[in-house]
């Protein structure tokens, strides 16, 4: 879940960022929608649903978004899809 905090800047006020926890155990994330504790690592994870629509005069979009640590990524929500109909991710590695 993303938490906003509102703060006074230049006699307004206004809604930033505060911080990021897991939408499942509530563990807060160190950086923004970073989950890594290390300075040079980077973990993100996150559920998405964006639907949008475009038309010539206009358009709109919504998104729906599920905030998830990696411990409930990989002990929750992983072991769940696997146990219905043995749903398997897709994985990609990259190395540089």
């Not at 989950?35 to 629509?53: Q, Y």
Request: charged share 30%; aromatic share 8%.
């Amino acid at each position: 879940m993303k938490h906003m905090k509102t703060v006074l800047i230049l006699e307004h006020s206004e809604e930033v960022f505060d911080k990021l926890t897991c939408d499942v155990c509530g563990a807060e994330s160190k950086w923004d929608e970073n989950w890594s504790t290390k300075e040079h690592e980077k973990i993100i994870t996150k559920i998405l649903l964006e639907e949008e629509e475009s038309l010539s005069t206009g358009g709109q979009s919504r998104q729906v978004e599920y905030h998830i640590c990696p411990s409930c990524f990989k002990e929750h929500l992983a072991k769940w899809f696997e146990s219905h109909r043995n749903g398997k991710p897709t994985v990609t590695s990259s190395v540089w």
